[in-house]
Structure formats: structure tokens, C-alpha cells
């Protein structure tokens, strides 16, 4: 079992940054891949971001491709979404999760582990 509490969201004007992090315990976090999905109001919750259990491999979504950035530090069992260019779109809750496995993947149901959330607003 993973628990996993995320913090850094808040309140930023579009065009803005953010950085959120993920604090891991539990399993050993080398041994899992990480990912960030986050949820609109009124929307499903949709894949924005994973890393594979080294940092060595990371996928985007097109809609955030070239403005978030997911990193890990396995020293510190922590896994973070650099989130610069912020569009109003962007708000929603954002989940990091852990994966069953090392690989990253886009898909949520290999993921089997699920922080709280943290909320994001982006105002224009």
C-alpha cells in the first residue's frame, strides 16, 4: 500500500505557474511509476502526466505538452508537476498517483494508489 498526500495548488492568474509535489510512503518508491491526473469541474478525471520508476521516461498530454513538466526524487520519495503557462482550463483537482508497476502509463486504471487532491485555479 501507497499513501500519497499532494500540496502546492492555489489560486494563480493565467499564464502563472505552479508546482505541485507528491509526498510518497509506504512501498519503496523506486519501485513504481507516478502519474498526475486531475479533474474539471462537471468533468471525468483525465491523465495529465506520468513517470516511470527512474524519471528516465515521462508522457503528457497533448493539452499540456510543452507547459508541465513531471519529475521525480526518489531520495526523497516525492514525485512533482511544473506547471508554467497556466490556462483557466487547467483548473480542476489534481491526483498524483501510483502505478502498480515501474512502468508510466496514461491509463488510470493501472494505477492503484490515489492521493486526496489538491485544487488548482487558474483565474483569466
Known amino acids: 500500500q501507497v499513501q500519497l498526500v499532494e500540496s502546492g495548488g492555489g489560486l494563480v492568474q493565467a499564464g502563472g505557474s505552479l508546482r505541485l509535489s507528491c509526498a510518497a510512503s509506504g512501498r519503496t518508491f523506486s519501485s513504481y511509476a507516478m502519474g498526475w491526473f486531475r479533474q474539471a469541474p462537471g468533468k471525468e478525471r483525465e491523465f495529465a502526466a506520468a513517470?516511470?520508476?527512474?524519471?528516465?521516461?515521462?508522457y503528457a498530454a497533448d493539452s499540456v505538452k510543452g507547459r508541465f513538466t513531471i519529475s521525480r526524487d526518489n531520495a526523497k520519495n516525492t514525485v512533482y508537476l511544473q506547471m508554467n503557462s497556466l490556462k483557466p482550463e487547467d483548473t480542476g483537482v489534481y491526483y498524483c498517483?501510483?502505478?502498480?508497476?515501474?512502468?508510466?502509463?496514461?491509463?488510470?486504471?493501472?494505477?492503484?494508489?490515489w492521493g486526496q487532491g489538491t485544487q488548482v485555479t487558474v483565474s483569466s
Open positions: 513517470i516511470n520508476w527512474s524519471g528516465s521516461i515521462t
Open positions: 498517483a501510483a502505478a502498480g508497476d515501474i512502468i508510466a502509463t496514461m491509463f488510470a486504471s493501472e494505477y492503484n494508489n
